[in-house]
Structures are given as C-alpha cells and as structure tokens.
C-alpha cells in the first residue's frame, strides 16, 4: 500500500545511510501525521503534523527551541542494505503548541544526496512520515533565547527563516520577556518570500517590538519597498540592531545554506565524528563577512 511506503524509520540503517544530518536525538524515530498543507512559495509548503500520541509538546521544555530529523529511504546499497537521506529541519511553530508542530518545507527536486524535502511536500493529508527529536541546541553555553538579550536580530536566507521564526515566536510569546527582535528574510523574488503574511502580521500585533525587513537578489519591480541584493553594511545598519552593545546583550541569528551563513559570518566546521559515524558537533568558527566588517563580536552571533 501506498501509505505504508510512505512510513520511514530513521533508525535502521544509521550505519549504512547516506546522511545529511545526524540522527542525533532525544527519542525516536515517531510517527508525525500529515494534517495538514499550506503552500506558501511556488516550491514551499506550510506543514502541519500531529505529534505522536505520547507527547504533549514536541520537546522536553516548552520554551526552548526545537529541532527533528526526518529520513527518507532512498534505495539499497550494493550490498542490499537500505540506505537512507536523513535532514533535520527547525518547525517555525512555537514549542509550546499542543498536539501539533508546524514545518516550513521546501520542495527541491530529488537530486543524489538530497529528496528529503520533496517526500516531505509530496506526503498527502493522513500519511505519516517518522522523525527523530534532537537535542537542544546551545547558543554560546545556553538553549535559552528568552530574556536573555536586550536585542536581537535574524537573518535568514530561503528556508533558513524558520528557526528563526520559531526564535521570534518563543521571545514574544513570553509576557516577562522585553526583547526587541528584528528580522532580515533574504530571498530571490518577491514570490519566493516564505511565510510574509505571518510575519507581517506578527510585526501588526508586536509594534513596539518586532520589525520585519525583505530584500530580494533577483530583478525588482520599480517600487520594490524593500532592500535588493544578498546582503550589506547599510542593510546590516537600516534593518538588524547594532553592535557592541554593553555585556553582551544583542544576538544577531544568521541561517541559510553555506555560502548565504558564509557571506554573513564566516565559515562554521564540525568537531570529529562520533563512535556511531555521524556528524560531530557543529563549531562556531571565527566570524567574518558583513558582521565582522559591522562591528559584531563572536559573542554577539549565532551561525546555524
């Protein structure tokens, strides 16, 4: 049957698979059901998922960010063992949401090493697709995000908007929590802009503390209101809080693909691999690119 192809177990072929992300989790693999899709971009979905009958909330702490791995199996190696993708992905829902956990998935086309995200689009309504909880991630020591900061700012490129949101969502959700946060979404075209309408409409119920910027890199309309090109300092300067602020108190958050994380701040690396085979801790790295050349510190940025 159709649906029971669609069923992945990230688990069984940890030694034998061709990974994009680690398998790194808290529990799993469980089963997430397609509830369901929205689509927000021509090749990019709004996903919603039920959580698996044994958990409330996705993750242990409710008001820590969140992240899962989903696998899809991609055939059998040479010697009949199946081989399967693994990617991680962040849900730009709010951790404490029950029940359900929403994903911002794009499409690519199936490509050798990739085909993760076109499965995930290609799921219908009632299909069920099984993914790992990863542990919590450390931002300079600590998971938290909340009254943590006097200012942050997210910049994001394509997909790499949704951690970001889910960021954004956690800091103004908390009523105790007077951060300003200021997000940068970097895309090609004015269509390819995920989920504008959400973060227009939290910038509407958060005025005094939550503002959204765009720029676009591909050709713009005469009266495009928003920034153009991949990134600069009077970009950095109009639309992201300044550096330098005393005792650490600004964030800037930059997630994208390599090259987008690159050009904002510098390379990342891995740590070795651990005694399963999968990937080692990721590692900061120096900080270059258009946050060095604002004035940023290390301190002061966070690259996924």
């Known amino acids: 049957m159709r649906r029971a192809s669609r069923v992945l177990v990230c ?3 940890r030694a034998a698979a061709t990974s994009t992300a680690a398998c790194s989790s808290v529990d799993g693999p469980l089963p997430y059901t397609l509830l369901s899709k929205t689509r927000t971009s021509p090749d990019a979905w709004l996903l919603r998922f039920s959580l698996p009958p044994s958990k409330r909330f996705l993750g242990e702490d409710p008001t820590l960010p969140t992240c899962i791995t989903v696998a899809y199996p991609d055939g059998t190696n040479e010697a009949g063992t199946p081989t399967v993708l693994e990617k991680s992905y962040s849900p730009v829902s709010h951790p ?13 086309v199936p490509r050798p090493g990739g085909g993760v995200g076109s499965f995930i689009c290609n799921l219908e309504i009632g299909e069920t697709m099984q993914a790992t909880l990863k542990k919590k991630r450390m931002v300079h020591g600590s998971a938290e995000v ?4 006097r200012a942050i700012g997210l910049v994001g490129g394509g997909t790499g908007i949704a951690p970001l949101i889910q960021i954004a969502r956690i800091v103004l959700d908390d009523p105790h929590d007077l951060t300003t946060v200021r997000m940068l979404s970097i895309n090609r075209h004015e269509e390819d802009i995920l989920m504008k309408a959400e973060l227009d409409a939290m910038a509407a119920a958060h005025p005094e ?3 959204v910027a765009y ?7 005469s009266g495009w209101p928003g920034f153009t090109g991949r990134g600069s300092l009077a970009m950095i300067q109009s639309a992201l809080p ?3 602020a005393p005792n650490g108190m600004t964030m800037i958050f930059v997630c994208g693909t390599d090259g987008f994380v690159d050009t904002w701040g510098g390379k990342t690396g891995r740590g070795p691999k651990k005694a399963d085979g999968s990937k080692g801790p990721k590692i900061q790295g120096p900080l270059t690119g258009l946050l060095a050349e604002a004035g940023f510190h290390e ?3 966070f690259k996924y």
């Open 11 to 13: 688990a069984l072929t």
């Open 96 to 108: 404490a949401l029950e029940g359900v956990v929403d994903l911002l998935v794009k499409a690519y």
């Open 146 to 149: 909340t009254r943590r900061w």
């Open 209 to 211: 503390r939550f503002q």
């Open 215 to 221: 720029s676009l890199t591909g050709p713009v309309y």
């Open 242 to 244: 300044p550096p330098g």
């Open 299 to 301: 301190a002061e940025v």
